[in-house]
């Protein structure tokens, strides 16, 4: 069976930092790729939002958003169990659940860029970004 389960969500005044972290079990990342997604209140799961996605294996493609490039950083681990959001400058309009996705794909963009409901997903960690 395949797990991913989503932690290091919060509250954070803005300009804050958060590191959200994706704990994959039945499947390796060096075989998936793995991406994280964002609902914002509100926001129905049709509109949720890639933030970043990253290819499997050694030289994996990886895709930001514009929103978000150069303060979030995703990476993951050398067992391939684990990825992680690293999230700096934080702002209110960061403020969403946080999901992560595993899907077998090479097309990283299309993953982020649309989303879909295919592939395992987490359950989510909420993120608030509030002074």
């Known amino acids: 069976q395949v797990h991913l389960v989503e932690s290091g969500g919060g509250l954070v005044q803005p300009g804050g930092s958060l590191t959200l972290t994706c704990s994959v079990s039945?499947?390796?990342?060096?075989?998936?790729?793995i991406g994280w997604f964002r609902q914002a209140p509100g926001k129905d799961r049709k509109d949720r939002e890639g933030?970043?996605?990253?290819?499997?294996?050694?030289?994996?493609?990886?895709y930001y958003v514009d929103s978000v490039k150069g303060r979030f950083t995703l990476s993951r681990n050398a067992a391939g169990n684990t990825a992680y959001l690293q999230m700096n400058n934080l702002n209110p309009e960061d403020t969403a659940v946080y999901y992560c996705?595993?899907?077998?794909?090479?097309?990283?963009?299309?993953?982020?860029?649309?989303?879909?409901?295919?592939?395992?997903w987490g359950l989510g960690t909420q993120v608030t970004v509030s002074s």
């Open positions: 996705q595993a899907l077998s794909t090479n097309t990283i963009q299309a993953m982020c860029v649309y989303a879909t409901s295919a592939g395992y």
């Open positions: 039945g499947i390796s990342l060096h075989n998936y790729a």
């Open positions: 933030v970043s996605c990253l290819g499997p294996g050694a030289d994996a493609e990886l």
